[in-house]
């Protein structure tokens, strides 16, 4: 049984184009370090939309379009003690000026996890899947009541390693770890069904490597 109850997403747009670089060393040497302390905090993660990858958007509709990043935090029990204190973090943090504000959570929040594969090919299990390497991610996030995607055929893909799938009563967020460039994937994959708010891929970030938008 998968120890993660909920990914915690937050769909990022960095409001001021000059402050890439900053946020991007704010947030990876500073702001995401301080969650892994908390007990519920599995694992963290977070993947960058390059000027390249946005072009590449199978989908890209008015609630994320401007999003330039995305970051997933995987939290165990105690999940509801957890996201308090990841919360209390924030404000923690915020208050001790320790906070970046050239920047704007599109879609944010705890959302079940319902559903995990792996391609077979791999080895790994699904539930090992986020804590291995990767290049980057896919991510698709559609209205809940659509039709849910086949993991096993997401997984059969070249170049994905694994699916996880996640959702509230409004959304269903997939996120497919990728082991071949991200822009080589989206090229593989099928269209996505109607009811598909964003399709799109993202990179993996390499510490002090922030450059992609300037």
């Not at 747009?13 to 370090?33: F, K, V």
């Not at 995990?116 to 291995?132: G, N």
């Amino acid at each position: 049984m998968n120890k993660v109850r909920v990914g915690f997403f937050s769909f990022t747009e960095i409001t001021d184009p000059n402050e890439h670089h900053s946020y991007n060393e704010w947030h990876q040497l500073d702001h995401m370090p301080e969650q892994f302390p908390l007990d519920g905090i599995a694992f963290g993660q977070r993947w960058v939309s390059t000027p390249a990858c946005r072009a590449a958007r199978a989908v890209s509709g008015s609630l994320l379009d401007p999003i330039h990043y995305v970051t997933l935090y995987l939290v165990t029990e105690p999940v509801d003690r957890t996201l308090r204190e990841f919360m209390q973090l924030g404000r923690d943090l915020h208050a001790a000026g320790r906070f970046h504000h050239r920047r704007r959570a599109l879609l944010s929040g705890p959302f079940e996890f319902t559903d995990a594969a792996a391609a077979s090919r791999v080895l790994i299990s699904a539930e090992a899947v986020p804590y291995r390497p990767n290049r980057g991610v896919r991510i698709v996030v559609q209205e809940a009541d659509g039709d849910a995607p086949d993991l096993d055929a997401e997984c059969a893909v070249p170049g994905v390693a694994g699916v996880w799938m996640f959702g509230d009563e409004r959304y269903r967020i997939t996120v497919s770890w990728l082991d071949d460039e991200p822009l080589d994937v989206v090229t593989r994959v099928p269209s996505p069904p109607p009811q598909t708010l964003f399709d799109g891929g993202f990179e993996a970030i390499t510490p002090w490597q922030w450059d992609w938008f300037d």
